[in-house]
């Protein structure tokens, strides 16, 4: 019993730590991965990510990533720009609702196109302490030529100190599923 106890108080440590600031003032470049369901050909790239806070409940984001795959020379640019809400529910955790544009320009040589859609999304972000922050969410994905996807998100960010972190994103949907692993500039 008394191990049990001592273990479940090692596990709570993190959540009586000192909350942490939740900050929507970032900038994030990174590796960038989209795996297309139904395709043994990934995509790989960079991308850049940002989002800045409007007072004290709303905030801007946007991102944009440049893909190429790996068998076939096929590039795919994701381009995201949307407006979220967040409402404090402790000192260390956010609920967050985001709607966002989306666009997916496809260059394949011979064919080339865009897709035009949108996604709205629900989460939580929490801080662990000081160092340790985690997003945890459910979207839809809904638009030209996208029949409509629930995906789930979960991201890590660990703060190197006030400035600077390392971010870790996975988006698991139906149709795709998208990763993104780099440094973080909050400001």
Not at 64 to 77: C, F, K, P, Q
Not at 126 to 139: H, I, K, P, Y
Not at 144 to 153: C, F, T
């Amino acid at each position: 019993m008394r191990k049990t106890l001592f273990a479940l108080a090692l596990l709570a440590l993190p959540l009586a730590a000192n909350a942490g600031e939740i900050s929507y003032n970032y900038g994030e470049l990174g590796y960038s991965q989209l795996n297309i369901k139904g395709s043994s050909n990934d995509a790989d790239g960079v991308a850049f990510n940002g989002s800045a806070l409007l007072g004290d409940q709303f905030f801007i984001y946007g991102g944009h990533g440049r893909h190429e795959t790996d068998i076939a020379s096929v590039d795919l640019d994701l381009t995201r720009l949307g407006f979220g809400w967040r409402h404090g529910l402790s000192s260390s955790m956010d609920l967050v609702l985001n709607a966002n544009y989306l666009r997916l320009d496809v260059d394949a040589g011979v064919f080339r196109g865009d897709v035009d859609g949108y996604e709205a999304e629900i989460g939580l972000r929490n801080s662990f302490g000081q160092r340790f922050e985690t997003t945890v969410a459910l979207g839809y994905t809904n638009g030209d030529n996208i029949d409509g996807d629930v995906y789930a998100k979960l991201s890590g960010h660990y703060k190197f100190n006030k400035n600077w972190g390392l971010v870790a994103t996975a988006t698991v949907a139906e149709g795709a599923n998208e990763y993104l692993i780099g440094p973080r500039l909050r400001f």
